[in-house]
């Protein structure tokens, strides 16, 4: 799963509203004859299941599918696919008709040479979810999981469903994992099942200081399994990432997730990976679906992608500065974002966040809220430098 699954998606449409057929139907319209003109209608018009849903659940016909002028509510990538990826899957059009076969080794060996680990230390998935959700099921059953709170909620809630225990710290102050906490519980509380960590976290945008999860790992996977949630790991500079692959060659109990959504923008084409010692991965694999549902297509698109330096460091820098600018224009009419090492922002707003978001979804700006300790919050996806200047201006128009 994915920042836009069904039951997310629902509620993010329920929240904005636009599931009170008449009121959002209304709205709706109304915003969508003012925003924006037809050709960027079509661009920007939303798609797949989350349109279906739309019209489904409104019974409108397709042609009046909502559209947004910024669609920043799944932290996805506005740059689209490098240029080499979108010749890779030219390329690869003309083997449709083939399982991916000698692909998978080319790319675990790219991924093994970077990292420090050996291509029998890598599973490919389609996205991380898969990888994420298959843990949860194989590790939940061996005893709870332990994690901080606020993160990434999809392997708790799988967990959970399978009858799993969450144990959690809270945060520390400036809402980043409070690792010292989690240690002294993870080594403290007898028969753990996992230790789960987002790095950079999901829906704050903290990191934890690379140094000090290495020496986390080391302290802990001894005792207790972790899996570390890297998914937005390539918005931080290169020297500034924790190295944790060479912990995983060493034998140390550790996976590491990883998803080409993010900076390769292939949410939709759907790749992950994770890395750990083979038995871990013995140990999820009966619960994926197979590295066989990642597509040729795909593999191909990946191989391309991540060997493009240039395409990686440009969407970093594009983020970075739209990141900035939208930070600096929220501090100057009084919003405190915290600070952001991914390639979204989390805030605290004044408003309640089901009239904000759709407030916000009738000014054409899809962004996602939430309840933090009883705080309205709203997370905003960094897209381009105009998208961000839509949605700060949309704010403003919103907060008055
Ligand atoms: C922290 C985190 N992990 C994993 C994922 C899963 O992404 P995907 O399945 O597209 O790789 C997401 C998606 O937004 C995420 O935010």
């Not at 960027?40 to 016909?61: N, T």
């Not at 042609?63 to 010749?87: C, Q, W, Y």
């Not at 140390?252 to 998803?259: G, K, P």
Request: aromatic residues 8%.
């Amino acid at each position: 799963m994915n920042d836009c699954t069904s039951s997310s998606r629902r509620t993010w449409l329920r929240n904005a509203g636009l599931l009170t057929a008449g009121l959002g139907l209304t709205r709706w319209q109304e915003a969508r004859a003012s925003f924006v003109p037809e050709s960027v209608m079509a661009e920007q018009r939303l798609f797949g299941e989350f349109a279906q849903q739309v019209a489904q659940l409104q019974q409108l016909p397709p042609d009046t599918m909502p559209v947004l002028k910024a669609r920043l509510f799944a932290n996805e990538n506005p740059h689209g696919i490098a240029p080499s990826a979108k010749a890779a899957l030219e390329k690869a059009t003309t083997l449709g008709n083939r399982y991916a076969w000698m692909e998978f080794a080319q790319l675990k060996k790219l991924i093994a040479d970077a990292e420090g680990v050996t291509p029998k230390q890598i599973m490919m998935s389609p996205g991380s979810s898969d990888v994420l959700m298959a843990t949860a099921a194989a590790f939940s059953q061996r005893g709870p999981i332990l994690t901080c709170r606020p993160t990434y909620d999809d392997l708790l809630e799988r967990a959970t469903a399978a009858k799993g225990q969450i144990l959690t710290v809270p945060s520390t102050a400036d809402m980043g994992y409070d690792l010292a906490a989690l240690k002294a519980k993870a080594l403290s509380t007898p028969g753990l099942g996992l230790v789960y960590i987002v790095n950079p976290n999901n829906p704050t945008g903290t990191i934890v200081p690379p140094a000090e999860l290495a020496q986390f790992c080391r302290d802990v996977a001894p005792t207790v399994p972790i899996l570390i949630d890297e998914a937005y790991i390539d918005f931080l500079e290169p020297a500034d990432r924790p190295v944790l692959g060479k912990l995983v060659g060493e034998g140390l109990n550790i996976m590491l997730a990883r998803t080409f959504s993010k900076i390769h923008g292939f949410a939709g084409l759907r790749l992950g990976y994770v890395m750990a010692q083979p038995n871990m991965l013995a140990q999820i694999k009966p619960y994926t679906n197979g590295e066989f549902a990642v597509s040729i297509t795909t593999l191909m698109a990946g191989i391309a992608s991540y060997q493009d330096q240039a395409w990686q460091t440009f969407c970093r820098t594009e983020n970075a500065k739209a990141r900035d600018y939208t930070t600096k224009a929220l501090k100057e009419i009084g919003y405190e974002p915290i600070p952001s090492y991914a390639n979204f922002i989390l805030f605290p707003i004044k408003m309640k966040t089901k009239l904000f978001e759709g407030q916000m979804f009738g000014q054409g700006v899809g962004i996602q809220t939430r309840d933090i300790d009883r705080q309205p919050y709203c997370r905003v996806s960094i897209g381009t430098m105009d998208e961000m200047k839509t949605f700060v201006d949309a704010f403003k128009k919103v907060v008055g």
